[in-house]
């Protein structure tokens, strides 16, 4: 059956945010993460929170009833420090855990990403993996400031399909 480029990246996007919202759970691989959803929402309360955004699907010709199709995604995990009094280093060391936590290296997202389970993505999938990975910081000022740290992080797939 012939797969559009735009229906693929659908089910690899699905198929993301399924696995990462399975690994939030204290007993998985992401313990602290509180939501997971196909979008970093900033008006939700829950923090830590992971949103895995669909970026774009670039499709180029393979052969005659063959295309290769790249898609992106970037993964936004959010968190907003707890010290008191809040702080930044506090907040960049709570994302920096989510994203690959030093103590285990088999929890966080890098490991989830990189775990031969999630390669194929459940599918046709040719090559999977993180191409950037960027952290920034937050500072909200005021009576009760905010200090929140973001990170992103960019993970390719290469899909051979049929049209």
């Known amino acids: 059956m012939p797969v559009t480029s735009s229906g693929l990246a659908a089910q690899q996007w699905t198929y993301l945010t399924n696995l990462l919202r399975t690994e939030a759970n ?3 691989r992401l313990p602290t993460v ?3 959803a ?3 929402q900033l008006w939700m ?3 830590p929170q992971i949103g895995v955004q669909f970026e774009s699907a670039v499709e180029s010709k ?8 790249t898609t992106q995604f970037v ?7 707890k010290a008191n009094p809040a702080n930044l280093d ?6 920096m855990a989510i994203v690959e936590d030093e103590n285990t290296l088999t929890h966080g997202i890098a490991p989830i990403l990189r775990d031969t389970a999630t390669y ?6 040719i090559t999977s993996g993180i191409t950037k990975i960027e952290t920034h910081g937050e500072v909200k000022p005021g009576a009760s400031a905010e200090i929140w740290a973001y990170c992103d992080i960019t993970f390719v797939t290469t899909t051979e399909v049929a049209i």
């Open 45 to 47: 309360a829950a923090s």
């Open 62 to 69: 393979l052969g005659q009833r063959r295309h290769l199709v």
């Open 75 to 81: 993964i936004v995990v959010g968190v907003q420090s």
């Open 120 to 125: 194929g993505l459940g599918g046709r999938t």
């Open 34 to 36: 509180q939501a997971v």
């Open 26 to 28: 204290p007993s998985g």
């Open 38 to 40: 196909k979008s970093y």
């Open 90 to 95: 506090d907040a960049m060391a709570q994302v």
